[in-house]
């Protein structure tokens, strides 16, 4: 079981991480005093990629909303992984364009979980898809996850059974609640942002390696 760390924010924040068990480590690039939380901008989330190297997996989470800034983005920050979260969505087309460009990327796409139909949804992306990861949708915030909330994770479940690549559970995952998620849906990793994140007048300001390294504990001693 692999555990992702996301919202970091610097290169020390994302060592300090992987230091903590972090296997993948996820980064928002967004121009400044975007509407996402814990965005930092391109050139910096460069300085965070460069720091990391091969000591983690790098997650690039994209709400970039155009086909050619994505892959522009992608080409520049060679992350190990693209993450689709926000106003574009894949395609086929796409996919192919991404390993034309970028070939050693995966493409993970995200499904908000709200009801049934995510399954549906789900079963389409993953014929295209490298990974999926089935997130909560937030009211506040734009795209599919950063709520901070749980959903149904027996539709995880059902998700996880009706697809053949990998997936990632996340949405409100902490260390008190992450035993519980994954004894449910026997994901292939699991996420945290917000309950691994210290929340400084209602920002996320920093994240709480404590957290973060009781949360990878757990994620790693998961026999399931």
């Not at 795209?143 to 053949?164: F, L, M, N, P, Q």
Request: glycine fraction near 8%.
């Amino acid at each position: 079981m692999f555990a992702q760390i996301y919202s970091i924010q610097s290169a020390e924040e994302a060592l300090a991480c992987i230091e903590a068990g972090a296997d993948r480590i996820g980064v928002l690039s967004e121009e400044p005093g975007g509407k996402y939380p814990c965005g930092v901008t391109r050139e910096d989330a460069k300085k965070i990629f460069e720091a990391i190297g091969d000591k983690a997996m790098k997650v690039l989470i994209s709400v970039r909303e155009t086909e050619e800034e994505i892959l522009d983005e992608t080409v520049y920050l060679k992350p190990d992984i693209l993450h689709l979260c926000a106003e574009y969505r894949g395609n086929p087309e796409f996919r192919r364009k991404l390993k034309e460009r970028a070939p050693e990327v995966l493409l993970m796409e995200a499904i908000g979980v709200e009801d049934e139909r995510a399954i549906k949804d789900a079963v389409e992306r993953a014929s295209y898809a490298d990974i999926l990861i089935l997130d909560s949708v937030s009211s506040v915030v734009p795209g599919i996850g950063a709520a901070g909330v749980t959903h149904d994770w027996s539709i995880d479940k059902r998700i996880k059974e009706s697809v053949s690549i990998p997936v990632v559970i996340a949405g409100g995952l902490g260390p008190e609640n992450v035993e519980e998620a994954m004894n449910i849906v026997h994901p292939d990793g699991v996420d945290s942002l917000t309950r691994t994140s210290v929340k400084e007048n209602g920002i996320l300001v920093r994240k709480d390696i404590e957290k973060v390294r009781e949360f990878c504990r757990k994620a790693h001693a998961y026999k399931g």
